[in-house]
């Protein structure tokens, strides 16, 4: 059984359809890049992952339990499904520590020097420890977002969601964050990543995922999907990002 | 005319009486309107994400009164209005009331804006996270909201302070009332009322110091540097 399987997915924005019937499973400890253009619908598939957004038809099934909206509460939902943004969204009055922490002690009801050591373990493994007690304000990018990175695996979620999470960063900021993350698939963590890093998808995804208006255009290893790719849309989304 | 200070030395007590009570009610109602408006801002800041609640549309009725009819005729209305309605209050407590209601409206008010301008980034990863809409609230937009508001909110609480002055019409024996007391009894209205004024500008000054103090340490993350 996939540990996430959606089925027949469709979502609209008022009179625009976004998702137009999506298929996908996946594995536990796979790694999967959804690649396309654009509005091409693979955000808001991520963003249906986790209820961000709510779906309009189709189902989600997630570690064999259903998500419609109110199957699962928010907090059941963030033990399964971490997610981290574009723009890191770390909260700026609470500093790197705390911000690991609030979800398991707000949520879990983790005792605090628990949910203290947890932090600091999770902050470890992002390369991060040094600086626990700084706010936000007083890092990088990419150390923001190594520290986001963190505070989703802080719940200990099955999967991690990525939404274009090396976007918003300057260009020499972006390895230190891909390679947390590769570091996180060596371990077997399972990765949904919405990506514009090409060269991340074909070197460290397990399958590659094209989206093209509302669907999945296009899917499989990433060596076979880069160099032979099957329809003329991925031939030319290929040719005008690399 | 001359000025003579020493005739208000014989009324230093009633000045003393006078200034504590302005302090104490201007206290109390700084925590307990502070506190009213964070539940009020709560409590419509969720209806307006859906169709507007009973509750939603009472909270809203009540701030717009408020700032829509004079701080005086409100602090009357209790006074006078409840005991006619068989509530019996005393003008402390009518005072203390009326200051409260009429800071938690403002603030209410000033601090729907900060929640506001909260970027919808952090509401997603606060629900990402498993947050509820209240654990959400109060972890992640309370404060940074009342951060961004902080300056007006300081002004308003000032504004109480010295709008408190008021409370003398019920005769609760406040700064203003010691004043009006005083120059009853010795008729040097110039001296006492000088006097009050600069009392009441060295309140208002330090009460904008202490929250400028207190404003540094709650919001430190604002001020970014090296860690």
Known sequence: MALVSVKDLHKSFGELEVLKGIDLEIEAGEVVSIIGRSGSGKSTLLRCLNQLERHDWGTIVLADQRLDGTAMSPGELSRNVGMVFQSFNLFPHKTV???VMLAPVVVKQTPRDEARRIAESVLAKVGMSEKVDAYPAQLSGGQQQRVAIARALAMNPKVLLCDEVTSALDPELVGEVLRVLEDLAS????????????????????R????????IHESGDPQTLFSQPRTPELS???ASVL | MTLDFSTLLPYTDQILHGLMTTLWLTAVTT??????????????????KGRPTLVSRLLGGYVEVIRNTPFIVQLFFLFFGLPALGIPISATVAALLAMILNLGAYTAEILRAGIDSTQRGQHEAARALGLSRLQSFRHVVLVPAFSRVYPSLISQCIIVMLGSAVVSQISVFDLTYAANFIQSRNFRGFEVYLVVTLIYL??????????EFVGRRLFAFRQGGSA
């Open chain 1, 97 to 99: 520590v705390e911000n």
């Open chain 1, 187 to 206: 371990e077997g963590m399972t990765l949904i990543l919405v990506t514009h890093e090409m060269k991340f998808a074909r070197d460290v995804s397990d």
């Open chain 1, 208 to 215: 590659v995922v094209f989206m093209h208006q509302g669907r």
């Open chain 1, 236 to 238: 030319q989304f290929i």
């Open chain 2, 31 to 48: 925590m307990a309107g502070i506190a009213l408006a964070i539940v009020v801002a709560y409590l419509r800041d969720g209806a307006s």
């Open chain 2, 202 to 211: 060295l309140l208002a000054v330090g009460l904008r110091l202490a929250f």
